[in-house]
C-alpha cells in the first residue's frame, strides 16, 4: 500500500511537500499559515485535522484534494464547483470507491472488495465511514470510521433484520459491546458464506467457543457438520441461540419413537405402559448434556449422556 500511496501523493504533485515535513523548522513554520482550504471550509479541515486523513495533509490541502479532486479553478473562483462533491448520493457507488481505493488498494482487510456483497451492491466507502464525523462532533473515536457512534448502528441502519435478532431475548452481545459485527463478517468482502471472518462458520465459531473443537471420540454428526444447524448466530427467541425449542429442535432430526418427548399418548414412555408420559423426556439436554461430542467411555459417550 505504502508504495501506491506514494505514487499517488507523487501525482498529487507532492514531492517537494514531503520534503517540507523531514523538516521540523519549515514544517512548523508551514502549519503557522492557515491551510488554504480552512480560510473557507474551516469545519471540514478541523475534522479532517483530528484523523489519520489530516496527519497527512498539507497547507495546499493536498489530501482535500486526493479526495475531492484538483481545486485549481475552485481557488481562483469558489462558486466554480467544477469539482462538485464526487461523493454525492446519486453517484454510482463504485466511481466514489474507485477514489478511496487510489490509495487504499492494497490495505490487507480490502482484498476481496471486488468480490463483496457490498461492491456489488452498489455500497460505497463512505456509506459507513464518515470521513468528516458530524457537525460538532468530528471523529475521533475507535468507530471514526463508521457513520454512527456504534458500529452495529452503522450496519444496521441497512440491515433491518439483523436490527431485530440482535434484541432477541438470547444474543451474540453485540448490543453490550462485547461483540462486534466486524468480529465475525469483513464488511469490505471476503470469498466465504456470508464474507465471515474464516473459512467456514464452523471455523468462525469455534475460534471463540473453543471447547466445541473437538476432537470428539463420539461426535454429534450435526455439530461437526454446521452449527447453525441447531443455532443462530445473530439471535433467537428460543435459549442458547437456538433455532427451535427443544424438543422440537431434536426431533426435527431424531425418530419419534424410541423415548419422545411427545405431549400426549400413554405409551410413549422408557418402560412401556408404565406410567402417563405427559412431560418425560422432553428436555433432551437434561440427559444428553454432552450434545456437541463426548469423550466418555461406552453409553455414556455414545448418546451424549452424563
Ligand atoms: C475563498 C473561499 C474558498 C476556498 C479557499 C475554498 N473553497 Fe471550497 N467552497 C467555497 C464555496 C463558496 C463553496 C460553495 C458553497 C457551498 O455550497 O458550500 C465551496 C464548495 C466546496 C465543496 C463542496 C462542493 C459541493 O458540491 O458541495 C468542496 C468539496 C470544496 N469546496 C472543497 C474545497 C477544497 C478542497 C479547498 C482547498 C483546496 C477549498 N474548497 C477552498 C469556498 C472556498
Ligand atoms: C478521505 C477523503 C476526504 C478527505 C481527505 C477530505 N474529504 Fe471532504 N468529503 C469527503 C466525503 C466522502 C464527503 C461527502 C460527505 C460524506 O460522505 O461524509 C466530503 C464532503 C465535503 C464537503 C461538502 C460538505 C459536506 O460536508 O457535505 C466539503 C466542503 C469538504 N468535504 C471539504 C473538505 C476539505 C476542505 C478537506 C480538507 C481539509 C476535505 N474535505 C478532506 C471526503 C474527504
Ligand atoms: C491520498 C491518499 C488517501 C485517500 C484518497 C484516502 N485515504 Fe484513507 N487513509 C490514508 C492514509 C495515509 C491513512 C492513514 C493510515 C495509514 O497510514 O495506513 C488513511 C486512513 C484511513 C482510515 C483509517 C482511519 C483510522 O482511524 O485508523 C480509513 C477508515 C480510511 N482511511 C478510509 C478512507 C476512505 C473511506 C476514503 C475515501 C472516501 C479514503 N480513506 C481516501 C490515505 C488516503
Ligand atoms: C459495510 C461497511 C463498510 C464499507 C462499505 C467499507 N468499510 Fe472500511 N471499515 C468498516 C468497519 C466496520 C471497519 C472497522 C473494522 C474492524 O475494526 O475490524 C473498517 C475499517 C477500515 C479501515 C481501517 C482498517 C485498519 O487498518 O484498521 C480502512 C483503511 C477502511 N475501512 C477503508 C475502506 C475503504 C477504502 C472502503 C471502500 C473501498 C471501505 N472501507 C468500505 C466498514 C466498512
Ligand atoms: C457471532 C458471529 C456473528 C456476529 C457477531 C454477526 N454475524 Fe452476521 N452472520 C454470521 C453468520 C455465521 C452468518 C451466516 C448465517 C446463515 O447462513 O444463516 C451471518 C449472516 C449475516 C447476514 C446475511 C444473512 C442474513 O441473515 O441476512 C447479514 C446481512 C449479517 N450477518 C449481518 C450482520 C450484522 C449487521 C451484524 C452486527 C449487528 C452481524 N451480522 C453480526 C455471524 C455473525
Ligand atoms: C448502505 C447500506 C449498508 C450498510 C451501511 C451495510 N450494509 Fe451490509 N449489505 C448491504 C447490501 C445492499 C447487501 C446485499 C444484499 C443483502 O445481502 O442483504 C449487504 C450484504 C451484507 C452481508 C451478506 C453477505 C452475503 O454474502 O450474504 C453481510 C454479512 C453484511 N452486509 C454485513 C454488514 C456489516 C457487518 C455492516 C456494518 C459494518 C454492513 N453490512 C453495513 C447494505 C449495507
Ligand atoms: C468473536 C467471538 C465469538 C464468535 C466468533 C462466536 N461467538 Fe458465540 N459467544 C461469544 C460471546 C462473547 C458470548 C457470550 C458469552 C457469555 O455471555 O458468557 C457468546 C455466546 C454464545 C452462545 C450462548 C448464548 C446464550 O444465550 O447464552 C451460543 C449458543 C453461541 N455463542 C454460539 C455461537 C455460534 C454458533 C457461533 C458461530 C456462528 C459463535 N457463537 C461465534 C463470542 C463469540
Ligand atoms: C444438534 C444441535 C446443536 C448443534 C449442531 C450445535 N449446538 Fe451448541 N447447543 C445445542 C444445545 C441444545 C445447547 C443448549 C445446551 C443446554 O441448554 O445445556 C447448546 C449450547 C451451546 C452454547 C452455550 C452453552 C455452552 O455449552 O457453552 C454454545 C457456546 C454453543 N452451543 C456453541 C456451539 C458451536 C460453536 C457449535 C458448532 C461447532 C454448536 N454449538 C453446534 C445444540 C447444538
Ligand atoms: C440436524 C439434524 C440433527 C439434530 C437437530 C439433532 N441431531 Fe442428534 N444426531 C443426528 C445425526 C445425523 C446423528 C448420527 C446418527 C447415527 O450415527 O446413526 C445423531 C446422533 C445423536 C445421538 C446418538 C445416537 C446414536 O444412535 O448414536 C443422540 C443421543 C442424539 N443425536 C441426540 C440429539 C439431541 C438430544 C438433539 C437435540 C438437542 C439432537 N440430537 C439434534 C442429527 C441431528
Ligand atoms: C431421562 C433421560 C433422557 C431424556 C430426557 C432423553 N433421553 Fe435420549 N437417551 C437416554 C439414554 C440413557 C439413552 C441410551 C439408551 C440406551 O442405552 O439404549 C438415550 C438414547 C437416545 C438416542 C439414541 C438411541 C435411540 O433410541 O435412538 C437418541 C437419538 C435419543 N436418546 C434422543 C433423545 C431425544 C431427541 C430426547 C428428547 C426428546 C431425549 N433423547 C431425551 C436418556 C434420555
Avoid at 504533485?13 to 480560510?39: N, R
Avoid at 482484498?111 to 470521513?131: E, L, M, P, Q
Wanted: charged share 20%; aromatic share 4%.
Amino acid at each position: 500500500m505504502h508504495r501506491r500511496l506514494t505514487a499517488a501523493l507523487m501525482s498529487a504533485g507532492a514531492l517537494a511537500l514531503s520534503l517540507v515535513f523531514t523538516s521540523p523548522a519549515l514544517a512548523q513554520a508551514k502549519s503557522a499559515e492557515t491551510p488554504v482550504c480552512a480560510k473557507c471550509h474551516e469545519e471540514s479541515h478541523t475534522s479532517i485535522a483530528l484523523t489519520a486523513h489530516g496527519a497527512r495533509n498539507d497547507a495546499s490541502g493536498r489530501l482535500c484534494q486526493a479526495c475531492h479532486g484538483d481545486a485549481t479553478e475552485h481557488l481562483k473562483d469558489p462558486t466554480k464547483i467544477g469539482m462538485t462533491n464526487r461523493f454525492a448520493k446519486k453517484l454510482p457507488g463504485d466511481d466514489k470507491s474507485q477514489i478511496c481505493l487510489a490509495c487504499h488498494d492494497g490495505h490487507r482487510q480490502l482484498t476481496f472488495w471486488d468480490s463483496g456483497k457490498h461492491r456489488k451492491n452498489d455500497v460505497a466507502c463512505n456509506d459507513c465511514h464518515n470521513i468528516h464525523g458530524k457537525p460538532g462532533n468530528p471523529s475521533v473515536s475507535p468507530f471514526v470510521t463508521t457513520q454512527r457512534t456504534l458500529q452495529y448502528e452503522t450496519c444496521n441502519t441497512c440491515h433491518k433484520n439483523i436490527r431485530s435478532q440482535i434484541n432477541r431475548t438470547s444474543h451474540h452481545p453485540i448490543v453490550e459491546g462485547k461483540v462486534a459485527c466486524s468480529d465475525c463478517h469483513n464488511p469490505h468482502g471476503a470469498l466465504s458464506h456470508a464474507m465471515v471472518k474464516n473459512e467456514s462458520v464452523n471455523q468462525l465459531c469455534i475460534d471463540c467457543h473453543g471447547d466445541k473443537r473437538g476432537p470428539f471420540i463420539w461426535e454429534h454428526a450435526p455439530v461437526e457438520e454446521n452449527c447453525l444447524s441447531c443455532h443462530n448466530a445473530h439471535g433467537s427467541n428460543h435459549a442458547k441461540l437456538l433455532n427451535e425449542k427443544v424438543p422440537n429442535l431434536c426431533q426435527d432430526c431424531h425418530d419419534w419413537s424410541r423415548h419422545p418427548g411427545t405431549f400426549y399418548g400413554g405409551n410413549n414412555s422408557f418402560a412401556p405402559g408404565t406410567q402417563n408420559t405427559r412431560f418425560l423426556a422432553r428436555s433432551c439436554v437434561n440427559c444428553h448434556q454432552a450434545i456437541h461430542g463426548s469423550n466418555a467411555p461406552g453409553n455414556r459417550g455414545k448418546f451424549f449422556t452424563r
